[in-house]
């Protein structure tokens, strides 16, 4: 055989191996991106979860401050009145109010509307919630109501948080493929 067709040959070989090798690679580093994307979309809504989570232990902390908040606020009275000289404080102050005011109303308006779904659809999901979160039952006594075990209480209590993060977070609390 010729020098130079087996030399083609050989330059041949070695460009049909480059190009399965960069077909390998590029479908491993996909592979490797969208698991990547797809760890990444999952912290996401975990962390929408646990904020939910967060949000739901602490309702009437934030409801009580709501309250208190509009009681003790004499709209004729700013506040910058009440902190002389410090305007970054007073800022901030007002900013912290009004982000807790808003994200009250916004959880309530959640709650309402997961409320709405869930009568449509006739499950305990969030009669369960409310009565653990908003009336503050113990799990105990949930279950003892509706004649369920404990674990059973959780789970519905977590399917539902997972329903109110959505309507809390919108788009962002799915997943869209």
Do not use: W
């Not at 991106?33 to 902390?61: S, W």
């Not at 606020?73 to 007073?90: A, G, M, R």
């Not at 005011?101 to 409320?115: C, S």
Request: charged fraction near 35%; hydrophobic fraction near 35%; glycine fraction near 2%.
């Amino acid at each position: 055989m010729p020098k130079r067709k087996k030399e083609s040959e050989v330059m041949h070989v070695k460009q049909k191996l480059i190009e399965e090798v960069t077909r390998i690679a590029s479908l491993q580093a996909i592979e490797v991106f969208n698991a990547q994307k797809e760890d990444e979309f999952q912290k996401e809504k975990d962390k929408r979860l646990h904020n939910t989570k967060l949000l739901l232990k602490h309702y009437h902390t934030f409801r009580k401050y709501v309250e208190d908040v509009r009681e003790k606020t004499d709209p004729e009275t700013p506040i910058q009145k009440l902190i002389l000289n410090e305007k970054d404080i007073v800022e901030s102050v007002r900013a912290t109010t009004e982000r807790t005011v808003e994200m009250v109303k916004h959880l309530d308006r959640a709650m309402d509307a997961l409320a709405y779904i869930c009568e449509r659809e006739e499950t305990k999901h969030y009669e369960i919630l409310h009565k653990r979160f908003v009336e503050g039952l113990q799990i105990s006594i949930i279950a003892d109501e509706y004649e369920i075990n404990n674990r059973t209480v959780y789970k519905l209590i977590d399917t539902a948080t997972e329903r109110l993060a959505t309507l809390l977070f919108g788009v962002y609390g799915l997943k869209i493929e």
